[in-house]
């Protein structure tokens, strides 16, 4: 299974690099200090959830591949059967 952590520090100097970029395709005047002091932040916020995105997605990915082991070494565990099919099988006791 491969590692792919990537840490805030990282995404928030990519996220700011292309924002940067972005800017400077754009027909503006140079960017002042208020202007980088806002990117910063930004960008900051964007590698926060992103980073938590990634966190979720891996989460979930090592829960799957679990299940899927679980279930090939016959660990699964058993299902809780639903209200429904509770009240499907009383009804075919009864009759």
């Known amino acids: 299974m491969e590692q792919s952590k990537t840490s805030k520090k990282a995404l928030r100097s ?3 690099e292309s924002m940067e970029e972005a800017i400077k395709t754009l027909e503006l005047p ?3 200090k208020k202007v980088k ?3 910063q932040r930004n960008a900051k916020q964007l590698a926060s959830v992103y980073a938590h995105i990634l966190k979720r997605e891996d989460k979930k990915k090592k829960k799957a591949e679990k299940f899927m082991e ?3 070494n016959g660990k699964a ?3 809780k ?3 429904d099919r509770k009240a499907e099988k009383r009804q075919l ?3």
């Open 14 to 16: 990519l996220i700011s």
């Open 30 to 32: 140079q960017p002042g």
């Open 37 to 39: 002091k806002l990117l």
């Open 70 to 72: 679980d279930a090939v």
């Open 77 to 79: 565990k058993k299902v």
């Open 81 to 83: 059967k639903s209200k």
């Open 93 to 95: 006791e009864k009759a």
